[in-house]
């Protein structure tokens, strides 16, 4: 008994200890809690293929004008044969890098990082063409982070909100908004919803920089509601 009793004593000390080990780093995760790091990463492999059939080419610039049957006006147009375009095979990296910095009590900071390029390939190449009217010449702004291009890792969002305003309910936003990957497009990618106000995907997926005025007030017969500019 005397030496059930010392085990049962020596057991009740190791779990004080580890008791205060839970203690101490839970102390020190809150002390850390002020930034959040994560990310994603994809592969992809596409192959793509089509079937361009015979058509009558409009040219706007020619002088030669085609007439197709008597009767009929004269066009600028010239025949074209059929063809068939494809991509056999193009596989894609995409890396995301998610930051989220609590600056101080009522300012928060969120940033989206993208790499996304084609395999062996530190251009675009693979997928440029004049059949994708965003990277013909190039990808715009607002689309660079989401065609495959190099390894360089660039801006998707970066803002910052400013809450509680004079505690108020009045905030102020500024930066890089957070426009793309909304709903429904992140249920396609596998991803959470980008917060509670994002821009639906089939109205904007299309990044840009801008700022928003909020004020929410206190209505009871409408709770939640807020007006944003």
């Known amino acids: 008994m005397q030496e059930m009793q010392k085990k049962e004593a020596l057991k009740e000390e ?16 809150g002390h850390l809690s002020w930034l959040e790091i994560g990310g994603d990463y994809r592969f992809r492999f596409d192959s793509l293929r089509g079937k361009v059939h015979d058509y009558m080419q409009y040219n706007p610039f020619t002088t030669t004008p085609y007439q197709p049957a008597p009767g009929y006006p004269l066009f600028l147009v010239s025949p074209v044969s059929g063809y068939t375009a494809k991509n056999d095979t193009v596989f894609t990296n995409r890396f995301g890098l998610n930051l989220r910095a609590k ?46 291009s190099d390894n360089t890792l660039r801006v998707d969002y970066a803002y910052a909100t400013w809450s509680n305003i004079g505690d108020a309910p009045i905030w102020l936003s500024v930066g890089r908004r957070p426009s793309t990957g909304g709903v429904p497009g992140n249920l396609r990618q596998n991803a959470e919803r980008i917060g509670t106000a994002g821009i639906p995907n089939l109205l904007v997926d299309y990044a840009f920089d801008g700022a928003s005025f909020g004020f929410a007030p206190d209505i009871e017969a409408l709770p939640g509601a807020y007006v944003k500019l």
């Not at 190791?14 to 995760?29: H, L, P, S």
């Not at 675009?124 to 982070?145: H, I, K, L, Y």
């Open 14 to 29: 190791r779990i004080t200890v580890v008791e205060q080990k839970a203690e101490k780093a839970a102390d020190g995760a």
């Open 103 to 148: 600056a101080t009590e009522d300012i928060n900071v969120k940033a989206r990082l993208l790499m996304y390029k084609v395999f062996g390939h530190e251009t675009m190449t693979p997928v440029q063409g004049n059949f994708f009217a965003d990277r013909a010449f190039g990808p715009f702004d607002g689309v660079v982070t989401h065609v495959p």
